[in-house]
């Protein structure tokens, strides 16, 4: 193929212009294989919950009402 600006350049035999091919003809898609829809199951949860599914809360002696452990006094 020769450069508009070059002229050095010389054409090969073999690389002229493509001849327009005629045109394949169109194949509609494949239909798409449909996934069977996964089943959904509940999960037991580990610990008890009330009606808006949040664990429900149990007094622990260990800790104070905010959460925070509580300290014993330093026996030696």
Known sequence: MRDKKDN????????GPAEPLAPE???????????PALK?????LL???DASGLPVWRRD????LTGLPVWGSAEL
């Open 8 to 15: 050095a350049t010389f054409d090969l035999p073999g690389f």
């Open 25 to 35: 003809p169109k194949r509609p898609p494949a239909p798409r294989a449909r996934r």
């Open 40 to 44: 959904q199951e509940q999960m037991q």
């Open 47 to 49: 610990e008890d919950t």
């Open 61 to 64: 002696e260990g800790l104070d």
